[in-house]
């Protein structure tokens, strides 16, 4: 681990020198970062230039020469880089801390492994260039090195010195995953088609669910007349070639605008936004010049024909004139006819649609805030005519951030200023945020929050959102209707209800450790090519006219990405100190200090000033960041004495048995060890010696010790296992070729109105039931997430677990032969009965060439349900009928075939066995089959079998060793729960601590559902507290885990029996909090459990006797379904009547007592012409009574102790089953000895 060589020059010291070559004191480019293309890893001296640093372990180093360097850790670290435009940030990641190094090395074999390469073209400057020929940084040599940072040295680097290890403006944000209502609100109410497309046409957008949307405000604020436009070819336009222009007037905002002027692109359909004063031709005129002058500089951009109303040609001919002058072709509508101005009035119209959606109740004097939100959202909304992409990925090529969105007009909690300078601090109490509301983005990580009781619109990064929770103005002492007040008005009144203290100080200048970081591109020229003096100050643009800068790092920091950075959580942008700018209503900056009466005027023409936060045009150009002036360092000397006691329990588990010799993790590392000679290629060197690993019969590893699989395609190359991964990518496409599961088309072939679907890797490792690693799988899935939902069905049926017990019962007492076998890509069989359309898999993609699916292939909406009913036809027609209460079951003769998807199991007599082979051939010439051997496991249930005795076991010992992780407690429990009622949690549970018992429970649920029946009760009674686990619940969930891992070799006997047994309980009112009571059935086939449930009654039971005929009655109908289910697989049972255990003879005399003598006090129970009683007396039914202590179900409403849970389980037919584990055979044939069950 972390070794690596480097180049000579750091030899080229004296022996006598050698260890001085190490001290930057010495070396006159200690500082600065040059290009090394010996090493294999980035190097840095300075450990405060790491972001996200993490120590190494003891013993990582790395060889300079004949020197051995210790590496101390690892971690991030930014670069400042120069290229043609100006300086960027390129970020490097696990790059090496080795303090007092010479100087900083980027190696360049990290780089070139991202398509970077030097250019030492003679007759250009020498630089790093991307795989596109663009130019990432420039090389200048220096002291014969090629430096691509420098810095004196005796320059210190306050920048890294006080950087702060937090999320920034250049740090990858995680996706954000909500709801499809939540996307709704957040892209401003788009329409339910765009929300299906919006993950594949952004950057950073989860849908969770179904994503489709009832939206009354969408209703109201959408209605409009029909009309048809024909559609115009906007394909063969170029961007800016075109352009669509349109006023809209509006009432006077807080700021004095009147009127918007939306400017449209046709080919791209991106907008931008101008709001005036007024309408006259010379505000007009200044307003175009500078359109035409921006999308000159900053696109490229040559319009060549303007589409608009009537008003230049008829109203305003000194525009026209203007237009004719720049040599601009027009294209005026008829007059009062707006219909035929398309471009500009269809933008208009959808962006007003968005403005009234989004506005809610905030004040209408906010108008501008609100347009400029909708069209900066409308830009990044996919649209039907773009193919569904969105119109700023046509214009700018690349998908839109959109994980910093938030519902509009959410509440905002803003962060103080003086909780960012952290002034005041003797005033502890003083609130540390200010209550507020989302009205826009000024970037990707800068909102703009209206703070009502401030009376101001701020500009802010540090803030948390609300998305609940929105202005609905119905403040306490306001007018029930605030939606016309005038923001003057709002405020006085917010003032007398509640005027923060903390504004009086707040006025001090900023720090002068502040300075400016670009939110985009470091270097952002004023291209404007208009003076300040010659453009109107009132002409204000929207942000939207610069791209917002992504989240991942500029095109320098992509081309150096590694892996995704380890920013910090999106969603809590309160612990980052950015520093805050408050836009007045000039625009100028204000502080929290300025005065509040007479904050918001209405500004006059040419009245205003500049300010930092916004330019001319609106967009940013940098905002300010504030980082500590003391030096954080760590230091990894601090961390030994932990490190090595860390290591030594992390280090001495058995892991890896060779030659018969066990071997702890540390033993394998050394037995991994690289030869001194392959030291410069540690990863192939490490890649050969597992191979001869695995190639010796005798050398098994343990699934232990193997590396995490890879996510994606593309990790594979620095994998271990990669090339293993690679080869099982091959072999699963030959397999598609094979089968003819897919058509090769030209892009350019496929319908615009076809969604393409996206396709993904997935790796496994596949082991032996042992635990020990067999070989490599590697599946393609296609992105079904991504299909628009249909109104077809999807659902396909799949095996019962009570069903497949049933059928295990069946076969012990009939000693019937099992036969299983696995359908190699399963779902590749079936045929696709629809259009689908996929992206080629990663890694082996061809430009301009799609996939058309024919087969139905793992990932699609549909395919479970296209291959049920491939493999139950095929099934059909060999002469298999079906089993009508159980559609993955089929009978013929004698002979019953199940399956689960892709596993299918023969059951059939020996004296069948002839037929039954003949069967199986059959299906091995329909579908490709592997297996044919006894059945061993099953939905991840180990099965073992005891012919002689007629008595098989199902045991998921395996999967219970799986999940006891999940168990904070180490010490096993007795029994899986304690006798104490579980009550609800006070408090509120956090998210995490929510889906970590979500987690432990659904685990536990699959085990109590499947071959433990023992901890249903329990698993029952904690599935109750979902919503909001406590400290008590979280506690109980690991009890029964430690339980199940302390028993975990207890399985499920069936077998050795003849009879058909059911029995039923109910605890009466046992739930204090809602009173109500606990039922549960349990039912018994051959003398094993196949069916049984624990779970609390739907209503509230007035009696003991009431609870218990409730439960009666759920026992009767499954025994009555299990009764068909029988009948339908030919198995005959001594008597067709049902018998019912029960421990209330009341509830029996209801059932069998002649009405006459009946008498009961359930008077509202209609107990003469109940269901139950009715088969009683028919004779399908009968109800015998069981004591308590002999009711097998009695221990599924309570939570028995001691001695009665242990006759509990016995009753339940569970055995523990050690001896059966150990007489099992390994996969050579030898039984598995005491030291083997220890690794497995």
């Not at 030869?675 to 001869?692: G, H, I, M, N, T």
Request: aromatic fraction near 8%; include cysteine.
């Amino acid at each position: 681990m972390g070794k690596c060589t480097l180049s000579s020059f750091f030899i080229a010291q004296s022996e006598s020198k050698k260890h001085m070559s190490f001290s930057i004191s010495k070396y006159p480019l200690c500082n600065s970062a040059i290009l090394d293309t010996g090493s294999t890893v980035h190097i840095f001296n300075q450990i405060s230039r790491f972001n996200n640093f993490r120590a190494a372990r003891d013993g990582d180093f790395l060889w300079a020469g004949d020197n051995k360097v210790p590496i101390e850790g690892f971690g991030d670290v930014d670069v400042e880089v120069t290229g043609p435009s100006g300086s960027s940030i390129l970020r490097l990641y696990d790059a090496a801390f080795c303090d007092n190094f010479a100087c900083n090395l980027i190696s360049f074999n990290e780089l070139s492994k991202l398509g970077i390469w030097l250019d030492t073209d003679p007759n250009r400057h020498m630089s790093l260039r991307r795989s596109d020929r663009s130019v990432l940084a420039l090389i200048k040599q220096k002291h014969g090195q090629l430096v691509v940072e420098d810095i004196d040295e005796e320059f210190s680097r306050h920048s890294f010195l006080t950087r702060r290890n937090k999320f920034n403006s250049y740090t990858k944000r995680k996706p954000q995953r909500a709801t499809a209502d939540i996307w709704h609100l957040r892209l401003g109410h788009p329409g339910p088609q765009a929300l299906e497309h919006l993950v594949n046409a952004s950057q950073g957008v989860r849908i969770k669910g179904i994503p489709t949307h009832k939206c009354d405000l969408c209703a109201t604020a959408k209605a409009k007349r029909q009309i048809r436009r024909a559609p115009r070819e906007t394909d063969v336009l170029e961007p800016g070639e075109r352009l669509a222009l349109d006023f809209h007037d509006f009432e006077s905002d807080y700021e004095g605008y009147k009127s918007l002027l939306l400017v449209t692109d046709r080919s791209s359909g991106f907008s931008w936004d101008y709001y005036l004063p007024d309408r006259t031709a010379t505000t007009i005129n200044c307003t175009l010049t500078q359109v035409f002058d921006y999308l000159l500089y900053q696109y490229g951009f040559k319009p060549r024909v303007i589409e608009c109303d009537n008003e230049f040609v008829d109203q305003k001919p000194a525009v026209k004139d203007f237009l004719e002058r720049k040599n601009l072709k027009l294209e005026p509508s008829a007059p009062y006819t707006q219909a035929q101005n398309g471009g500009a009035e269809r933008s208009g119209g959808v962006i007003k649609e968005k403005a009234r959606a989004m506005r809610g109740n905030l004040p209408a004097q906010l108008w501008s805030e609100i347009v400029k939100t909708a069209v900066y959202l409308n830009n990044r909304t996919p649209k039907y005519r773009l193919r569904w992409k969105s119109p700023y990925e046509r214009l700018y090529k690349r998908k839109p951030a959109q994980e910093h969105l938030r519902v509009y007009g959410c509440k905002a909690f803003a962060m103080t200023p003086a909780a960012q300078k952290k002034t005041n601090r003797l005033k502890k109490l003083d609130p540390r945020a200010w209550i507020g509301y989302l009205i826009g983005y000024t970037s990707s990580n800068v909102y703009r929050v209206w703070i009502p009781s401030l009376n101001r619109i701020i500009s802010t990064r540090d803030v948390i959102f609300d998305e609940d929770q929105v202005f609905d103005g119905t403040l306490e002492t306001l007018i029930l209707d605030v939606k016309e007040a005038d923001l003057d008005e709002l405020a006085q009144t917010l003032q007398r209800i509640s005027l923060p203290n903390s504004t009086s100080n707040q006025g001090s200048q900023q720090d002068s450790n502040y300075f400016e970081i670009d939110s985009d591109a470091h270097n952002v020229d004023n291209l404007t090519g208009t003076d300040e003096a010659d453009v109107p100050k009132y002409v204000e643009a929207r942000f939207e006219l610069l791209p917002t800068p992504p989240q991942t790092p500029p095109a320098a920091l992509l081309a150096a990405s590694i892996r995704e950075p380890g920013g910090g959580e999106t969603d809590h942008l309160s612990s980052l100190q950015g520093e805050w700018k408050f836009l007045e209503s000039g625009g100028q900056e204000a502080t929290a200090s300025s005065d509040l009466e007479g904050f918001i005027q209405q500004r006059q023409p040419g009245g205003s000033e500049s300010h930092d936060l916004t330019s001319l045009q609106g967009e940013p150009s940098s905002f300010a960041v504030h980082f500590p002036t003391s030096r954080s360092v760590m230091d990894p000397k601090k961390h030994k004495v932990w490190q090595a006691a860390f290591n030594a329990g992390r280090l001495g588990n058995t892991v890896l048995q060779v030659n018969g010799r066990a071997l702890d993790r540390a033993k394998e590392q050394r037995l991994l060890q690289v030869p001194k000679e392959r030291l410069e290629r540690p990863l192939e060197a490490a890649r050969e010696k597992l191979a001869k690993l695995l190639k010796d019969p005798k050398q098994r590893i343990h699934r232990s010790v193997l590396p995490p699989l890879p996510s994606r395609h593309r990790d594979l190359d620095d994998h271990l296992l990669g090339q293993y991964f690679k080869e099982a990518e091959g072999e699963h496409l030959k397999s598609h070729r094979e089968m003819g599961s897919w058509l090769e088309v030209k892009s350019k072939d496929v319908p615009r109105k076809i969604t393409i679907l996206d396709c993904m890797w997935v790796y496994v490792y596949k082991f032996d039931k042992h635990g020990y690693f067999k070989n490599c799988k590697a599946r393609l899935v296609v992105r079904g997430d991504q299909q628009a939902r249909s109104g077809q069905s999807t659902y396909a049926a799949t095996l019962a677990g009570r069903s497949f017990r049933t059928l295990m019962a069946i076969s012990a007492r009939f000693d019937l032969e099992l036969i299983q076998y696995d359908a190699v890509n399963a779902f590749v069989n079936a045929q696709l009965d629809e259009e689908v359309y996929m992206k080629m898999p990663p890694g082996h993609r061809r430009q301009g060439y799609l996939l058309r699916l024919v087969k139905a292939l793992y990932g699609l909406r549909k395919s479970p349900l296209l291959w049920h009913r491939e493999l139950t036809a095929t099934l059909k027609r060999m002469g298999f009928n079906s089993v009508p209460h159980e559609p993955c079951c089929l009978t013929l003769d004698g002979i019953i075939v199940f399956f689960y998807v892709d596993d299918i199991v023969f059951a059939y007599n020996q004296k069948n066995a002839a037929k039954a082979k003949n069967l199986e051939a059959q299906l091995q010439t329909r579908y490709k089959l592997t297996g044919g051997k006894d059945l061993q496991w099953f939905l991840g249930i180990e099965i073992l079998r005891d012919r002689e005795q007629l008595l098989i076991w199902l045991s998921q010992s395996s999967y219970i060793e799986k999940i006891g992780k999940l168990a904070s407690t180490t010490r096993p429990p007795m029994t899986p729960m304690s006798a104490i009622e579980l009550l609800p949690y006070a408090g509120n549970a956090t998210n995490t601590e929510v889906h970590s018992y979500q987690v432990k429970v659904g685990s536990l649920l699959y085990a109590a559902v499947i071959t433990r029946p023992d901890v249903s009760f329990a698993v029952s009674r904690l599935a109750q507290f979902n919503s909001n686990p406590g400290p008590e619940h979280h506690k109980a969930a690991d009890r029964v885990l430690q339980y199940l891992v302390s028993t975990s070799t207890l399985a499920l006997q069936l077998g050795g029996g003849d009879d058909f047994e059911v029995a039923s309980d109910a605890s009466y009112a046992d739930n204090s909090i809602d009173r109500k009571s606990s039922q549960a059935y349990a039912m018994k086939l051959f003398g094993g459990l196949i069916g049984w449930r624990a779970n609390k009654q739907d209503t509230v039971t007035t009696s003991t006797t009431e609870a218990e005929l409730l439960a009666l009655s759920q026992a009767a109908k499954e025994s009555i379904f299990v009764s068909r289910l029988l009948e339908d697989l030919a198995v005959k049972l001594d008597s067709s009547q049902i018998t019912i255990q029960c421990d209330n003879r009341q509830t029996i005399r209801l059932m069998t007592e002649e009405i006459a003598s009946l008498k009961t006090k359930l008077r509202h129970v209609d107990v003469h012409n109940h269901w139950l009683r009715q088969e009683v007396q028919k004779g399908t039914i009968k109800v015998t009574y069981r004591p308590s202590t002999e009711l097998v179900a009695d221990g599924l409403t309570k939570a028995l102790q001691g001695s009665k849970f242990v006759e509990f389980t016995r009753q339940l037919g569970l055995h523990n089953i050690t001896a059966q584990l150990n007489a099992r055979e390994l996969p050579d044939g030898r039984g598995l000895s005491s030291k083997h069950l220890l690794l497995c």
